[in-house]
């Protein structure tokens, strides 16, 4: 594929993107997938979180084949990709007051447990309230965001803060504000995203991580396979059965 093509063009700027996360990232994905690990060890429970796209990578990580069967989505009605009409209606839920905390109230989450939530921007009302709120629920919570966005955008939070400054670990994704790596002089805006490739493999590289250091510590990590292999449905049963009462998709 011709690196002068737009196709071409898009590849190699998520490819050093992902070079940047892999280079730059390290410690705090090491970190991330170590807390994560320690939450498994001590009877926690795994939440992923999202809003708009940035639900996508979430999703990405649960009932996923060859992932942590432990890690579930906290769901907020109206904000999990683009599941309601009109989809901007997800966008402006995104900004709502109060949404986090109601969210949270209902949800199953409790202290000891972990949560990451995935914003690129980190300035809106709904990532920020779920990571206050949440700390002081007693949550550990990591933050998959772009830091760029802290130093040249303002918060949406009444706080002024953003999803950054309340996290135990932050993983930056590098990404530039308005997620678009391409220009055309014949093409009126930016385009071409790539915030769902990047967050997504950092997602699967905590995830790697955090399998790797329970086992590690002589604990085998809680991991799914496919269903499309043999054995695959038996063995997921034993882990659902294992940890049935961790896995909040699994009745």
Avoid at 69 to 86: E, K, R, T
Avoid at 124 to 131: K, S
């Amino acid at each position: 594929m011709s690196d002068r093509r737009p196709a071409g063009q898009f590849l190699n700027a998520a490819i050093d993107l992902l070079h940047r996360v892999r280079d730059e990232e390290q410690e705090a994905v090491e970190a991330a997938g170590t807390l994560l690990a320690d939450t498994v060890e001590r009877g926690g429970r795994l939440f992923a979180f999202g809003a708009g796209h940035s639900s996508l990578a979430a999703q990405d990580v649960v009932y996923r084949a060859g992932g942590l069967a432990l890690m579930n989505l906290l769901a907020v009605p109206g904000a999990v990709g683009v599941d309601v009409m009109p989809a901007t209606l997800g966008s402006a839920l995104e900004r709502v007051d109060g949404l986090a905390s109601a969210v949270l109230t209902a949800s199953p989450l409790r202290a000891g447990d972990a949560l990451v939530i995935i914003s690129l921007s980190g300035r809106n009302a709904l990532p920020v309230e779920m990571a206050t709120t949440a700390r002081d629920l007693g949550v550990r919570v990591i933050g998959v965001t772009s830091v760029a966005y802290a130093t040249e955008t303002t918060s949406r939070h009444a706080s002024g803060t953003f999803l950054k400054d309340h996290c135990d670990v932050v993983l930056d994704s590098k990404i530039a504000v308005g997620d678009a790596e391409l220009t055309l002089d014949t093409v009126p805006a930016p385009f071409a995203p790539a915030s769902t490739v990047v967050t997504a493999a950092l997602m699967q590289a905590v995830m790697a991580t955090t399998a790797a250091v329970l086992a590690d510590r002589g604990i085998e990590p809680p991991l799914l396979r496919s269903g499309n292999v043999d054995g695959g449905h038996d063995w997921n049963h034993r882990v659902f059965t294992r940890y049935g009462d961790r896995i909040h998709y699994q009745y």
